[in-house]
Nanobody
């Protein structure tokens, strides 16, 4: 059974940084791409960053040049380094392997950007 545990969120001022982690289990992590998603209150969940098995990445326009996704296959963990955070980045952040659509969502980690 796929398990995803996100962590690292918190309250940060505009312009600040956070590093999110997502620990994965229940599948061969190195064989799957991973995506970070976020859900802003009242809106649909959206993808923000993607990394494939060999480390190629893609980003939503809204976070490009501010967020960096990376992975550590030895730790079955995917990271999201978020810099120059803005109030509009306030959301619950989730990770999921897009290649396993039946995987349950984790609990997510709340990121709040506010002065």
């Amino acid at each position: 059974q796929v398990q995803l545990v996100e962590s690292g969120g918190g309250l940060v001022q505009p312009g600040g940084s956070l590093r999110l982690s997502c620990a994965a289990a229940g599948f061969t992590f190195s064989n799957f791409s991973m995506t970070w998603y976020r859900q802003i209150l009242g809106k649909e969940r959206e993808s923000v960053a993607y990394i494939n098995q060999i480390g190629s990445t893609m980003y939503a326009d809204s976070v490009k040049d501010r967020f960096t996704i990376s992975r550590d296959n030895a730790k079955s963990t995917v990271y999201l380094q978020m810099n120059n955070l803005r109030p509009e980045d306030t959301a619950v952040y989730y990770c999921k392997p897009p290649g396993i659509p039946t995987a349950d969502w984790g609990q997510g980690t709340q990121v709040t950007v506010s002065s």
